[in-house]
């Protein structure tokens, strides 16, 4: 055997040992970091935070956000009984790659006193798919801290819309959850007039005179379609929402805010025709009415905390070196919230202004469009 083989055979075994033991410190480092305790970014207002639960008729549930009365500086992130349910439905390697869930830290408070005697803005929020929303708890304790009642409506909406893609009735596929989303949108709010007369927490404390409306992915679509039929919708959000079906063709005339991630250039066949749905139905508003902007580096996935904050810092650190990821999840989370809490400020409780009121330097990466 000449010498030059030897070398060889040695580099290839310094490559697969170096590979081998690059793989166990990634599987040991994922497996450290899986168990360190996270907290959610601490909400910004004035108030603490209360959380609680209501069913609001068959298969529609909401959880509900508000400003509260306590003395907790954190709680628990989610209830045992969906954090068991959420770690045995995920695939192992999912909860591997996400911190444990016992580990985590919110700070609203279950069932605690409301904050005072008066009554307040409710925001409805709808998520992605069929409605999860407890993946944007940041969200909503900011929201709740400045004063608003935050209803995350679940259920309803009667599918994926991701299923019509492709079909021959695309169309009218979407169309169809999009109308179920908007009916159970509105029971829910019928539900809520009912619960503002009697809940013994919530009782009294809902403006149900002044509704906003937001959503991110489909609910942020749903959002739109909600505010374009519903009269009650005073101001509406889509975080990221593509437009299904014709909803470009709907025309939207209360203030309406588009919260998009960057899609760069949007060079691909979708992107453009994603975009080009938004443009238009943007372009239908009143431009009084309307605002339009984009956080630097943001990904579609990582404006919850579960895609941002919850999943492996290692994994996130390799996308942004892949260019997948701009700007780190925490902050993504913290000027998406900044966004839409401040646009309601402005557009839900000063109706008559006609501002964005969005810019600020503490948040250089959110860009208002044309």
């Not at 500086?73 to 045995?88: F, K, N």
Request: glycine share 10%.
């Amino acid at each position: 055997m000449t010498s030059r083989v030897v070398t060889i055979q040695r580099w290839l075994k310094r490559v697969v040992l170096g590979g081998v033991a690059f793989i166990v410190s990634l599987i040991a480092g994922v497996w450290v970091e899986h168990s360190i305790p996270v907290e959610l970014p601490r909400p910004t207002g004035g108030s603490p935070v209360g959380r609680t639960y209501r069913a609001l008729g068959p298969d529609l549930t909401a959880w509900i956000w508000y400003p509260a009365r306590h003395n907790e500086r954190v709680v628990a992130y989610l209830p045992d009984s969906i954090a068991t349910l959420w770690t045995h439905d995920r695939p192992s390697v999912i909860n591997l790659l996400t911190r444990k869930l016992a580990n985590v830290r919110a700070h609203g408070v279950f069932e605690a006193p409301f904050a005072d005697s008066t009554r307040h803005p409710v925001l409805l929020f709808r998520g992605g798919g069929r409605g999860g929303a407890l993946g944007f708890t940041a969200h909503f304790e900011e929201l709740a801290s400045r004063g608003y009642v935050v209803v995350a409506v679940e259920g309803g909406s009667g599918g994926n819309p991701e299923s019509c893609v492709g079909r021959a009735d695309e169309e009218a596929c979407a169309a169809k959850l999009i109308g179920n989303a908007i009916t159970a949108m509105g029971l829910a709010l019928d539900r809520l007039s009912a619960i503002s007369m009697t809940d013994p927490v919530l009782g009294g404390h809902l403006d149900l005179k002044t509704v906003g409306v937001f959503g991110h992915s489909f609910g942020g679509a749903q959002a739109f379609a909600f505010c374009a039929a519903d009269a009650r919708c005073k101001a509406g959000v889509n975080m990221d929402g593509r437009l299904f079906g014709s909803l470009d063709r709907m025309t939207v005339t209360v203030p309406f805010l588009w919260l998009l991630s960057d899609h760069g250039s949007a060079k691909d066949s979708v992107s453009r025709q994603i975009m080009g749905q938004i443009q238009r139905a943007y372009e239908r508003q009143p431009a009084k009415a309307r605002v339009k902007a984009m956080i630097t580096g943001a990904n579609h996935f990582t404006f919850s905390e579960d895609g941002a904050m919850l999943k492996s810092g290692l994994l996130r650190t390799a996308m942004r070196v892949m260019g997948i990821l701009g700007i780190r999840g925490r902050r993504q989370v913290e000027v998406s919230a900044y966004t839409v809490a401040t646009f309601f400020d402005a557009r839900l409780r000063n109706a008559d202004s006609t501002q964005g009121a969005l810019a600020s330097s503490a948040y250089p990466e959110l860009v208002e469009q044309p």
